[in-house]
């Protein structure tokens, strides 16, 4: 086994057991933490799992700039991600699982890896209010950069709302994250690259670039729009967003032992 396997494997098994595992000892580039994350989807679409789209990170300016790149990052997404809108998620599925309010693209066509934002939005077959939630496997929520990447840049559910026309003005929705019923984040679309059709735009020019082009429908997430709030057991977690309505979700009521 290459390293490039040895280390997605590490990282497969942490997520399968939902238990930490410990900050890559070894350097890595980019090339290389990505080339880690596709072998790690690779294990997940040999046992059965299916990508749906992808979801982008980093799309704060702020953000980019406080880590010190000039380029976002992307994950892939799965069937096995997805979950129930205003159902219920186990908590002992992840290791320190944290939400992002976020807004959701679904294709009805492909986009090539050079697209303006019209073009884009005239592939886009609906948006909706969404909620991500990440999971870094890694012990004490301690990573890099390129361990982020590896860890399929912690990508690890979705809950998708209601769908909603792309024909609006999506550049500055208000957004609101509630926890129990209490306002947790506020935050606007315009969080997400001063409108969430650019990180569509950078979706499209880096999944093609993966060898992975956008095909009609696949979802794109388009980014966080706030911070994140940690998940916790018996949690109500809301997002709504102005004019397109609100996605949902419940955490059980279990804790695992072997939780870090």
């Known amino acids: 086994m290459n390293r490039i396997e040895d280390i997605a494997g590490r990282l497969d098994a942490a997520a399968r057991n939902a238990t930490p595992t410990p900050?890559?000892?070894?350097?890595?580039s980019l090339d290389e933490a990505y080339a880690i994350q596709a072998a790690l989807m690779r294990l997940r679409y040999e046992r059965g799992e299916r990508r749906i789209g992808i979801k982008m990170g980093f799309t704060s300016r702020a953000k980019m700039a406080q880590m010190g790149i000039d380029e976002m990052i992307w994950g892939r997404l799965t069937d096995g991600m997805l979950q129930e809108e205003g159902g219920v998620v186990k908590f002992t599925r992840y290791v320190h699982p944290r939400v992002?309010?976020?807004?959701?693209?679904?294709?009805?066509?492909?986009?090539?890896?050079?697209?303006s934002p019209m073009e884009a939005m005239a592939a886009v077959e609906a948006v909706a209010p969404a909620l991500e939630i990440?999971?870094?496997?890694?012990?004490?929520?301690?990573?890099?950069?390129?361990?982020?990447?590896?860890?399929?840049?912690?990508?690890?559910?979705?809950?998708?709302?209601?769908?909603n026309s792309p024909r609006?003005?999506?550049?500055?929705?208000?957004?609101?994250?509630?926890i129990n019923g209490q306002i947790r984040q506020v935050g606007s679309s315009a969080a997400i690259l001063g409108?969430?059709?650019?990180?569509?735009?950078?979706?499209?020019?880096?999944?093609?670039?993966?060898?992975?082009?956008?095909?009609?429908?696949d979802i794109v997430m388009a980014g966080g729009a706030t911070g994140a709030e940690a998940l916790s057991p018996g949690m109500h977690v809301c997002v709504?967003?102005?004019?397109?309505?609100?996605?949902?979700?419940?955490?059980?009521?279990?804790?695992?032992?072997?939780?870090?």
Do not use: C, M
């Open 168 to 178: 609006q003005d999506l550049s500055n929705l208000g957004i609101v994250l509630e």
């Open 134 to 163: 990440i999971d870094s496997r890694y012990k004490d929520f301690r990573f890099s950069l390129t361990d982020v990447i590896a860890d399929n840049s912690s990508s690890s559910g979705l809950v998708i709302g209601n769908w």
């Open 100 to 115: 992002e309010p976020e807004i959701a693209f679904l294709l009805k066509a492909p986009l090539p890896a050079k697209v």
């Open 195 to 217: 409108h969430p059709v650019r990180s569509l735009v950078a979706a499209a020019r880096l999944a093609a670039a993966a060898d992975e082009p956008l095909q009609a429908g």
């Open 240 to 260: 709504r967003v102005d004019r397109l309505g609100k996605a949902e979700f419940s955490v059980d009521g279990e804790t695992a032992s072997t939780s870090s």
């Open 23 to 28: 900050q890559l000892a070894e350097p890595l």
